[in-house]
């Protein structure tokens, strides 16, 4: 077997998971519901038993495995989303992900974003030691938001800027939308976890893009409470006016 570096390793299980849950979603015996858990159970068994393998002496956070706080006196972490927008993937629409990072003392250093209904099923991968050129902003930005309940924050934001709102899933699906020039702005304040924003958080960085809190704050992963929020990705020239203008209308 090849070694991989994290980042390898990474963005080949975000695609074989991608792979898995495109099989598991062909069956014809599953309700929308049951699709969603077989498919979660399914990728998070891969995920969690090839990171166990590949890297036994780091530790591991996933949505669907019970928390372990022994990780916090771990160094690095990965940080796994087996499936990042559940009803997309049961929708077969393309706003869908599969997140697998890496967390160094903290900070989002390594990460995958597989997203594979993209390219007419083809399928994505965007990966943070390969970047690409983020195609540069139109006149009029595009914020992009939950397709299903958008934040009033980002909403009034939106307005503030005159930016059009472009309705989307998965927190990851946004962010890569903002790397692949599909959106402008990702701003969320709705309420999300560790794993919502870890791997997408590293791709977007390494692609030279902003990525922070809605107050500006760095983004601080492998904490005992993975309760993180909210989330700026934007491009560099975009993040002061879009950080100013959030404060502005929370006072």
């Known amino acids: 077997m090849t070694a991989r570096t994290d980042a390898e390793l990474a963005a080949h299980l975000a695609q074989v998971a991608g792979q898995l849950l495109r099989t598991v979603r062909q069956s014809d015996v599953l309700s929308l519901k049951a699709l969603g858990k077989a498919g979660d159970a399914t990728a998070n068994a891969f995920l969690c038993h090839a990171l166990r393998e590949q890297r036994p002496d780091d530790a ?16 690095r972490t990965w940080i796994v989303d087996p499936v990042d927008g559940t009803r997309e993937y049961g929708e077969a629409r393309s706003d869908w992900a599969v997140h697998v990072g890496l967390a160094i003392d903290g900070a989002p250093a390594i990460g995958a974003v597989a997203l594979p209904d993209a390219n007419d099923g083809d399928g994505l991968v965007l990966r943070s030691d390969a970047p690409i050129a983020v195609p540069p902003a139109p006149a009029q930005l595009r914020m992009v938001v939950s397709r299903t309940r958008p ?22 699906a946004k962010t890569m939308a903002v790397i692949l020039g599909q959106a402008d702005i990702y701003l969320h304040t709705g309420g999300q976890y560790e794993w919502d924003s870890c791997a997408p958080a590293a791709v977007a960085l390494a692609h030279g893009l902003h990525a922070s809190r809605v107050d500006g704050s760095p983004l601080v992963y492998n904490q005992a409470d993975t309760y993180l929020p909210d989330l700026l990705v934007c491009r560099q020239e975009h993040a002061a006016l879009v950080l100013e203008t959030m404060a502005a209308l929370a006072d």
């Open 60 to 75: 591991l956070l996933s949505e669907e495995e019970k928390d372990n706080l022994a990780r916090l006196s771990f160094s």
């Open 151 to 172: 934040a009033p924050e980002a909403v009034a934001v939106a307005q503030a800027l005159d930016a059009e709102l472009v309705p989307m899933g998965s927190a990851g």
